[in-house]
């Protein structure tokens, strides 16, 4: 059995390209708060990523 068969499924609360019409602007900064909370923790990871691929480098080349 593997985890993705037992873990429930996370609904995303922003879908990208929908209509904002609707959305007030509370609703809006709140998506605009989110989005900003992802994209550092996007950075986050890439920069731990490349972290780790530099220490990888520089121990094969040595």
Do not use: N, T
Not at 18 to 47: C, F, T
């Amino acid at each position: 059995m593997d985890l993705d068969d037992i873990r429930p499924l996370k609904k995303s609360e922003i879908v990208i390209g929908e209509d904002l019409a609707l959305l007030s602007v509370a609703e809006l900064e709140h998506r605009v708060h989110l989005l900003e909370s992802e994209i550092i923790r996007i950075r986050e990871a890439i920069a731990g990523k490349q972290s780790s691929k530099a220490a990888a480098d520089a121990f094969f080349r040595s």
